[in-house]
């Protein structure tokens, strides 16, 4: 991504536990894209039941409301993962980081007791800039 948008990891803290960085500035006007949470739903509404399948369509999902936007991964600025308990968190940072390649954009990880449906097990909110 150009300079419009700068991700970092302030000196004086502890490294990121995983593939994102502690802030993002944008530094220049452009378009903001709020991405509503995203589950692993298909387009005829089914889940699968297995946790990875969930998570690559919650990332498709993702994906697609970024491509219609006219933007990728790259211009994610933040991104909200919730997750429901005893899920294998290393499987999910591997097939995440499937979608978002060099990108590493501000993250929070929540651990939450259920989500709206309860065959659910994931849902990803983001928030993303292209500069004008």
């Known amino acids: 991504m150009t300079n419009a948008l700068h991700t970092f990891n302030p000196t004086g803290m502890a490294t990121p536990s995983g593939p994102y960085s502690q802030g993002a500035l944008s530094r220049e006007p452009g378009q903001w894209l709020h991405i509503a949470g995203q589950v692993g739903v298909d387009a005829d509404g089914r889940h699968p039941d297995d946790f990875q399948q969930q998570v690559a369509l919650t990332w498709a999902?993702?994906?697609?409301?970024?491509?219609?936007?006219?933007?990728?991964?790259?211009?994610?600025?933040?991104?909200?993962?919730?997750?429901v308990p005893d899920q294998d968190l290393a499987a999910m940072n591997e097939v995440r980081m499937g979608y978002l390649g060099d990108a590493r954009p501000a993250s929070t990880l929540l651990v939450v007791h259920a989500l709206a449906h309860p065959g659910w097990r994931i849902e990803v909110e983001a928030l993303a800039f292209k500069p004008a």
């Open 61 to 83: 999902n993702v994906t697609r409301v970024l491509e219609a936007a006219g933007m990728s991964a790259a211009n994610l600025v933040k991104t909200t993962t919730y997750v």
